[in-house]
T-cell receptor, first 113, second 112 residues
Framework: DAGVTQSPTHLIKTRGQQVTLRCSPKSGHDTVSWYQQALGQGPQFIFQYYEEEERQRGNFPDRFSGHQFPNYSSELNVNALLLGDSALYLC????????????FGAGSRLTVL | DQQVKQNSPSLSVQEGRISILNCDYTNSMFDYFLWYKKYPAEGPTFLISISSIKDKNEDGRFTVFLNKSAKHLSLHIVPSQPGDSAVYFCAATYQGAQKLVFGQGTRLTINP
């Protein structure tokens, strides 16, 4: 049973570019959340998707947007990349909207030059 | 505003001894707490959790203690094994929050 899968695993972009990260939730999970983990820090909540809608959002600018598809997979888009966007982006899935325990993917490491 | 804090960036423990990782929080609304373990190049893995209605939860070698009055929780690992070497994150949430708030992590190294 595959857990949470994310792609790509690594990518390098330059300032001002746009990036799309992808996530497939664990089988049976319908809720997807995205977290940003900067070097030496804990993961920070970006937003959560359920039933193809953004349900909750953390303290991130509108340059960060997302989408959830009917098969529960999700995308994270970041526009106008800044150097400070360099981080590990973690996708997590859960059984439902109120579940406390999240299952995380291995992440997509983004480097902005 | 760091609502969940892990003040020890690193901890080194002898194999077979007890490892104690600490976590403090400031938000009184938090009512559910979790510990995650992270190996390099892997995502965080859920380890153990505790609800605010309890003060202790045990799962094998892992025990989490919650002191609500002090807004403090700790994770005890007994006995520590080399495979326990990882970064440990404390996280907290509350009913309806729909998100986890993480601490900065503590790197645990178990020495043979």
């Amino acid at each position: 049973d595959a857990g949470v899968t994310q792609s790509p695993t690594h990518l390098i972009k330059t300032r001002g570019q746009q990036v799309t990260l992808r996530c497939s939730p664990k089988s049976g999970h319908d809720t997807v959340s995205w977290y940003q983990q900067a070097l030496g820090q804990g993961p920070q909540f970006i937003f959560q998707y359920y039933e193809e809608e953004e349900r909750q959002r953390g303290n991130f600018p509108d340059r960060f947007s997302g989408h959830q598809f009917p098969n529960y997979s999700s995308e994270l888009n970041v526009n106008a990349l800044l150097l400070g966007d360099s981080a590990l982006y973690l996708c997590a899935s859960s059984l439902d909207l109120g579940a406390n325990v999240l299952t995380f993917g291995a992440g997509s490491r983004l480097t902005v030059l | 505003d760091q609502q969940v804090k892990q003040n020890s960036p690193s901890l080194s423990v002898q194999e077979g001894r007890i490892s104690i990782l600490n976590c403090d929080y400031t938000n009184s609304m938090f009512d559910y707490f979790l510990w995650y373990k992270k190996y390099p190049a892997e995502g965080p893995t859920f380890l153990i959790s505790i609800s605010s209605i309890k003060d202790k939860n045990e799962d094998g070698r892992f025990t989490v203690f919650l002191n609500k009055s002090a807004k403090h929780l700790s994770l005890h690992i007994v006995p520590s094994q080399p495979g326990d070497s990882a970064v440990y994150f404390c996280a907290a949430t509350y009913q309806g929050a729909q998100k986890l708030v993480f601490g900065q992590g503590t790197r645990l190294t178990i020495n043979p």
